[in-house]
């Protein structure tokens, strides 16, 4: 191939040069062990909400009945932000000098969520499995958070109060709203009728 030619080089591969759950020197002022402990603990809570974004957009696509239109448009405004946290955990592991987890199939490999039926379960238990989801998450990124404060990770511990555990808890508030049994249009304590 002559040296002017504008033909990009196609069908290019190299091995890994930098492994998964490995970390670079990076000059942050944090010691390498508090590093690498933020990146495993950040790419547990980044493989959950990943998987916890999917079942937002399975449960947005499958939604059913009389509440479909605002459950479909709810659900769809949680993905959407599930999908700028998972890019602020993803940006923090690079940050730290890590390795993101980016590939769905190592997702699936490290989520603790468990998978739902392939099919399509009752309205509530839809609500319910991705409250469930958001729990487990929470539980993780109280417990994350504090230790990685411990180890003088202000900016993971930042970002796992700020983002993680208040976006899931406005979007479990949001949730559990869903599964409150109210009269719609008889109140319980209204006179019988004449
Ligand atoms: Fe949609």
């Known amino acids: ?56 957009k399975k449960h947005h696509w499958l939604m059913r009945g009389p509440t479909f239109y605002q459950l479909h448009l709810l659900l769809d405004k949680h993905a959407s932000e599930q999908l700028a946290l998972i890019d602020k955990l993803a940006e923090r592991v690079q940050t730290l000098g890590g390795v993101a987890v980016g590939d769905p199939r190592q997702v699936a490999e490290i989520t ?23 729990e487990m998450i929470l539980i993780d990124a109280h417990d994350a958070a504090s230790r990685v404060a411990e180890n003088g990770d202000d900016g993971t511990n930042d970002l796992l109060v700020s983002d993680v555990i208040r976006t899931g808890e406005l979007q479990a508030w949001f949730l559990a709203e869903h599964l409150v049994h109210t009269p719609l249009v008889r109140s319980g304590e209204a006179a019988p009728l004449a």
Request: with cysteine; net charge negative; proline share 8%.
């Open 1 to 56: 191939m002559s040296s002017d030619s504008t033909q990009p080089w196609l069908h290019q591969h190299s091995k890994e040069v930098q492994q998964f759950g490995t970390v670079r020197q990076f000059p942050l002022g944090l010691s390498y062990d508090a590093r690498m402990y933020s990146c495993q603990r950040l790419n547990f809570s980044l493989a959950d909400s990943q998987i916890l974004y999917s079942l937002y």
């Open 112 to 134: 603790r969520v468990p998978r739902p039926p392939d099919g399509v379960e009752e309205v509530p238990a839809m609500v319910s499995r991705l409250l469930e989801a958001h």
